[in-house]
């Protein structure tokens, strides 16, 4: 995710799209926040909105959609442009250590990774 920034997936007949933000930190790796590593976040949404699949592209700290050019936070939530105050519809999902995940559910895939 670190690299690509955006992923663009189908799952079953939906697209989806996630969006990765470099700025979150570790809680975990030092008292002090400022300190800490970054370690990222990510989010995924459906890509449809009034009935198009857009497609993005990350644009500096924010994502742009190649269908109209308005601006996407990493919240899911336009910012400027014609989809201003529109919100993705966001997905279900949680962002775990992939070590305390695979210890549960150790048949998981993940992403990527053959």
């Not at 989806?16 to 030092?30: K, N, P, Q, T």
């Not at 699949?53 to 109209?68: C, E, V």
């Amino acid at each position: 995710m670190a690299k690509k920034q955006v992923v663009h997936e189908t799952i079953g007949k939906t697209n989806i799209v996630i969006f990765y933000h470099d700025g979150m930190v570790s809680v975990l790796d030092e008292d002090d926040l400022a300190s800490s590593k970054k370690v990222g976040s990510a989010a995924p949404f459906v890509t449809k909105v009034e009935g198009v699949n857009l497609t993005f592209k990350k644009a500096g700290r924010y994502f742009k959609d190649d269908q109209t050019g308005s601006i996407w936070d990493i919240t899911g939530y336009c910012k400027e442009g014609k989809h201003q105050g529109v919100q993705l519809d966001i997905l279900p999902h949680t962002n775990h250590f992939a070590f305390a995940y695979l210890a549960f559910f150790p048949k998981a895939e993940i992403y990527g990774q053959k």
